[in-house]
């Protein structure tokens, strides 16, 4: 692929080189021989294996646990190590961008870490972005360089109509109101009802609570009443469920339909076990649940497989051939490399990539 006279160098780390490969297979070109190991200090190794000197590259790399912080190191020597190859422009590609969750100062002495991961790429030398639903758009303003944050909506959309049955009678529901934004706008392309869940964390529960005045302790009864308390602030009827937290159906009626939870990333599926619950509770005929990013720490996998859904669908932004297996057919997952390709294409012709958005691309 040409474009006044520069080339598409496509380069990949180890976060997830099938994703890169499918991009490649799509675009009709080969990726761009590269070594990314560690030495035995455990510091890392890149090596270019090909002249990327007025190139356009392209480096995929979707950080993702266990090893996050590797990964995102990864990215950053092999974005420098393109910048002083002299290469054209660099464009960091990342599916699910690391430390979104740290988008804001939330209490004391905490820091916002997504906006130093904006700054990190920056300095090594980027000078593009290409992400997909970000956990808040504001982190787009973290960057003073373009940032292009592709949506998943458009291929969840076809995922609904040709996966699920009964879809035209589905509600789309939002497990918090965080995301009702992103859920109605599916529900719209769709026209399909949207309903909301309330979530109420534990720190705003006992934020709710009159504390009753506390009798002085007997003397000598200290350590049992301290214990005793501890315990119970954690009690739950799941061991899983340690927050405390609790949902309530706040708007929709999900009675007797099939209800599609909608959400930007899963971690340990608290929310999504909760959420599928009170729909349950609720008299919904189905649960599914369609998250952008399936993190899926490796420790959750069998709370993951007693989920009460039945589908967990993901897109591939994440490397997930492992957990699928690991799931015994609950996971499922949604191919992203297309829309990943096509911006690539786009962006290294110039061109406009709201075509991205429409309903029919495919």
């Known amino acids: 692929m040409h474009n006044k006279g520069k080339t598409i160098r ?9 994703l890169a490969e499918a991009v490649a297979a799509r675009l009709g070109i080969d990726l761009t021989p590269c ?45 420098s190590a393109c910048k002083t190859a002299s290469s054209k422009r660099v464009t960091a590609v990342i599916p699910c961008y690391p430390y979104a969750r740290q988008d804001k100062k939330d209490k004391s002495r905490a820091p916002i870490t997504a906006k130093l991961v904006a700054n990190l790429l920056a300095v090594a030398g980027a000078d593009h972005v290409i992400t997909m639903d970000l956990h808040a758009s504001q982190i787009q303003g973290f960057f003073d360089i373009p940032v292009d944050n592709l949506f998943s909506e458009t291929i969840m959309t076809q995922y609904i109509k040709t996966e699920i049955d009964g879809w035209r009678n589905a509600i789309i529901v939002s497990p918090d109101a965080g995301g009702a934004k992103r859920a109605t706008a599916l529900a719209d392309r769709l026209n399909l009802d949207f309903a909301l869940i309330n979530r109420k964390r534990r720190r705003d529960l006992a934020a709710s609570m009159t504390l009753p005045t506390v009798p002085p302790t007997p003397t000598g009864s200290n350590h049992g009443s301290e214990a005793g308390d501890a315990s119970s602030s954690h009690s739950s009827d799941d061991g899983h469920d340690a927050t405390g937290d609790k949902m309530e159906l706040l708007v929709g009626d999900v009675r007797g339909r099939v209800a599609i939870l909608i959400d930007d990333m899963i971690d340990t599926g608290h929310t999504v076990r909760l959420a599928a619950g009170v729909l349950r509770d609720a008299g919904a005929k189905e649960v599914y649940a369609l998250v ?40 499922d997952t949604i191919d992203i490399a297309p829309i990943l390709a096509e911006s690539i294409r786009r962006t290294h012709n110039g061109e406009s990539i709201s075509a991205l958005f429409r309903p029919d691309f495919s």
């Open 292 to 331: 952008s990013h399936g993190l899926l720490s490796e420790t959750t996998m069998e709370y993951l497989r007693d989920l009460p859904v039945k589908k967990l669908v993901v897109t591939n932004s994440i490397d997930q051939t492992e957990r699928v297996s690991a799931c015994n057919g609950l996971l």
């Open 10 to 18: 496509l380069l990949t780390g180890n976060a997830h080189p099938k």
């Open 35 to 79: 070594s990314v190991t560690k030495f035995l200090s455990l510091e890392t190794s890149v090596q270019i294996h090909s002249s990327v000197r007025d190139e356009d590259v392209f480096i995929i790399q979707s950080p993702s646990p266990p090893g996050i912080n590797d990964h995102l190191m990864e990215l950053l020597i092999m974005i």
